[in-house]
C-alpha cells in the first residue's frame, strides 16, 4: 500500500507569494492533519480534517489555510509569504480521528521562502 | 493545556550500551502519549504509544517506555544501541482526550551513537 504523498517535495518561492501544497493519504484513510516543522519552533500543528471538515486549527495566521476534497485528499495554502514560513511541511493521515489509528506522516514539503 | 518537555536535546551513547531518552508531560487528564522517530530527510515514525493500558509499553526496533504517573515521566529505553538508532526522537501528547488527531510535540532529542 503507497505511504502519504505529498507534493511538491520542495518549493522556493519569493516573499509575498502564495503557495499550494498538496497531501494524498493512504488508501482508505479519511483524517489528514497538516504540521509546520522549523528549527526554531520545532513541530507545530497547522490543520487538522475528517470528511472535507476542518476539526481543529493550530494557532497561526488566516494567511495559512486549508481544504480537504471528498477523496480525502488534502491541500494547505498560505498567502503573502514570509521569510519565517520557510519551514518542512508535514502531512500525516490515519483512518479516522482519534488515538486509536496510528497516524502515518509523508516525507514532507520543505518550502524556502526568500 | 497539554504539554511535553523533552529534558536533553542531545545524548550521545556507544554502540551497544543502553540508551534513555528523557520526557515529562502535563496533562490536565489521563494522557495518550507517544514516541516518533524523525531519521535525516525522512518522514515521522510511530515508535510506540500508550494509551491507558499497560504501563509498560514496548515499540519497534526494541524500543520500549514506561508511564509513570506519579512521576509525571515517559521515558524511552532501548538496552543496546544500534548505529541505525541515530535520529531525532520526539515525545508526544495527544491534545483532545484522544478524540482529535492533534498532537503536541516536544522539542525533540537528537540521539548520536558512537561507534
Known amino acids: 500500500k503507497a505511504g502519504v504523498t505529498q507534493t511538491p517535495r520542495y518549493l522556493i518561492k519569493t516573499r509575498g507569494q502564495q503557495v499550494t501544497l498538496s497531501c494524498s493519504p493512504i488508501s482508505g484513510h479519511r483524517s489528514v492533519s497538516w504540521y509546520q516543522q522549523t528549527p526554531g519552533q520545532g513541530l507545530q500543528f497547522l490543520f487538522e480534517?475528517?470528511?472535507?471538515?476542518?476539526?481543529n486549527k493550530g494557532n497561526f495566521p488566516g494567511r495559512f489555510s486549508g481544504r480537504q476534497f471528498s477523496n480525502s485528499r488534502s491541500e494547505m495554502n498560505v498567502s503573502t509569504l514570509e521569510l519565517g514560513d520557510s519551514a518542512l511541511y508535514l502531512c500525516?493521515?490515519?483512518?479516522?480521528?482519534?488515538?486509536?489509528?496510528?497516524?502515518?506522516f509523508g516525507p514532507g514539503t520543505r518550502l524556502t521562502v526568500t | 493545556a497539554q504539554s511535553v518537555t523533552q529534558l536533553d536535546s542531545h545524548v550521545s551513547v556507544s554502540e551497544g550500551t543502553p540508551v534513555l531518552l528523557r520526557c515529562n508531560y502535563s496533562?490536565?487528564?489521563?494522557?495518550?502519549l507517544f514516541w516518533y522517530v524523525q531519521h535525516p530527510n525522512k518522514g515521522l515514525q510511530l515508535l510506540l504509544k500508550?494509551?491507558?493500558?499497560?504501563?509498560l509499553v514496548k515499540g519497534i526496533n526494541g524500543f520500549e517506555a514506561e508511564f509513570k504517573k506519579s512521576e509525571t515521566s515517559f521515558h524511552l529505553t532501548k538496552p543496546s544501541a544500534h548505529m541505525s538508532d541515530a535520529a531525532e526522537y520526539f515525545c508526544v501528547v495527544s491534545d483532545g482526550g484522544g478524540a482529535t488527531n492533534k498532537l503536541i510535540f516536544g522539542t525533540g532529542t537528537l540521539l548520536a551513537v558512537q561507534p
Open positions: 480534517y475528517f470528511s472535507e471538515t476542518q476539526r
Open positions: 500525516a493521515s490515519s483512518l479516522v480521528p482519534g488515538d486509536t489509528y496510528e497516524q502515518y
Open positions: 500508550y494509551t491507558s493500558a499497560a504501563t
Open positions: 496533562s490536565s487528564y489521563s494522557p495518550s
